[in-house]
């Protein structure tokens, strides 16, 4: 029986660049549910073909390991191309009927991607439901929301709510493409497929965690996009806020979509509201220098292209640990970690007295250099009884033989086999919204702190270091 993937967006960066170099791979490697079949969708007229021409210097480009032209040949044979406008009921009824053709007669299942702009996420689900599109009596009918979900809370809700009219929750998959990544996935198995870490994993021996997303790239040409978001959206209410809570999650009791959704909500849950002063001693905001003469961007901004918060899960495991989730465009280097920094021993026997040990520190790195490192003091040799941090360190791309596969290939494939696990459930996201909200209200209130300049290529304003060391703590600036 057939699959049907339908992408909405067709003609945009993401489904050239990402989601059909994702699902080419797929049929590379013999993962995708046989007789697939894609389907585009935008409002430029294409032929079949022409689409196909179009796709397959991208995938050529995007997907080079797995490219091969024969593979090619066969896989784009089942790729077809609709034109039509979301706002024209007409033409969905037109997708429907073209969907029934290609289905020959029945299909397992289709799945709907909408990779469109997002204020077209709800009239598109509205007129998927008008057209009789969502209707699953003969066959699952999916469909996946790319971010951002909402502007703010009040936004999510109102669009969780429509779409709600149309599809159930267990048909809804909000892409964050953060949990495709081979790494983020990793962490459940680092932290659940092992004992030697869960004693330490809480406040009796974890002194603080930091999780960094930096970028060295700024924002180019998306200033009408980032001016609306700024880094707190962009970067905060979804992926750091997911990295976090795989993080601090308790084990669940199944690694099912219901259960592991269930204990990430539970930390959103436990994170302590910011009040009054928080807002200042726990945020740190900064705006890259060149930011205002960037294209498009209005004299005087105060758009934040890096922030830092300081959050705590108020609950047995991490009570008073502080969680740092600091971002930033315009950075030293692109890199995504986690570091779960341990308490020092209670009483220093080796080494100078001025020198705290560094050690005891676990390095998750998400990407690109993807690995863990346990860095932990030892002697060094020929010393007296001095000692030096020293590393154990996993490569975990060399164990994939050097090709990571992309996060939309994992979350593309979940959403065919109907595996939620790694998608935004409608709570998720909500809660995610009321942590990031009263920040946003702050920052852009009279009493908003400072919105710092700092020059690109380095790791954000020197107050946000400040900050950390005079709370005794230092940022693992380490690309
Ligand atoms: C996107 C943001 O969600 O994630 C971008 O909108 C950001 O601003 C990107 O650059 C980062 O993703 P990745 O996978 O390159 O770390």
Redesign the pocket.
Known sequence: MAHTIVIFGASGDLTSRKLVPALYSLFKKNRLPEQTRIVGVSRSQFEHQEWRDALRESVAQFAKELFDNETWEVFSQQVFYQAGDIKDLEDFKALGNFLDEIEEGGSEGRVYYLSTMPQLYDPAIQQLGAAGLADDSDGFRRVIIE?PFGTDLASAQALNKSIHGVFREDQIYRID??LG?ETVQNIFALRFANSIFEPLWNHHYVDHVQIT?A?E?VIGH?AGYYERSGILR??FQ??LLQLMMITAMEPPARYDSAMVRDEKVKVLHSVRKMTGGDFASNTMRGQYEGYLQEKDVPAGSQTATYAALKLYCDNWRWKNVPFYLRSG?GMSC?T?QIVIQFKQVPHILFGEKTREPLGNRLVIQV?PAEGIQLHFETKVADSEMKTRTSTLDFDFNAATGGSMPD?YQRLLLDSMLGDASLFARSDEVELAWGIIDPIMAAWNSPAAPTLYPYPTQLWGPTESTDWMAKQGREWFDVC
């Open positions: 971010k493409h953060y990544k997303v970028e790239v998306r962009d970067m979804n992926h465009k692109r995504t990407q996060a």
